[in-house]
């Protein structure tokens, strides 16, 4: 097997040998230059593919989403097909912080509530093709903080309302 220097440098030479005949025996040949140029071309191109080693790249794997479920502050969503074999990379389209767990489980947190978003995924591994893929738009559920905030609100409220009413009533 020719390594690519050594393809490199005999396309060189022949190039160089064909210019040189063509240049010499122009009167005598009908091709002319670019025509005998093409051909060199495309022997070394048939050269370099006979020996370039490389192979296709494999069928990618494509990401699949499973069920996805609010969490505070955003929503997570399993990765149906999910292989530890590949590398994961994700990214929420309103920039909310994703992580990945061991088991293909995406968390995308940072998010206020009742946004609406995706996260997409793409996956790599040498030798194969990349794959990528985007989820449904799913809805951030509220945080625990905003939670917590109008149950507050709400007992405040209830707290004056009958402080008022027993006011009124006197």
Request: glycine fraction near 8%; aromatic fraction near 8%.
């Amino acid at each position: 097997m020719m390594t690519r220097r050594a393809c490199s440098a005999i396309a060189a030479l022949a190039f160089a040998f064909a210019c040189i005949g063509v240049s010499t025996a122009q009167a005598g040949n009908s091709r002319g230059p670019h025509n005998c140029q093409a051909e060199i071309r495309s022997s070394v191109d048939a050269l370099n593919t006979s020996t370039n080693s490389r192979r296709p790249p494999k069928p990618t794997l494509i990401p699949t989403f499973g069920a996805s479920e609010q969490i505070p502050g955003g929503y997570s969503v399993q990765i149906s097909n999910y292989d530890s074999n590949f590398r994961w990379y994700a990214k929420d389209c309103l920039r909310g912080r994703v992580s990945i767990s061991e088991t293909g489980l995406i968390e995308v947190t940072g998010l206020k509530a009742d946004q609406v978003s995706s996260v997409t995924v793409k996956t790599t591994r040498r030798g194969y093709a990349a794959g990528i893929a985007t989820s449904e738009q799913i809805t951030a559920a509220p945080t625990v903080y905003s939670v917590m905030l109008a149950i507050a609100i709400l007992g405040l409220w209830l707290l004056w309302h009958t402080k008022r009413q027993r006011l009124v009533t006197k």
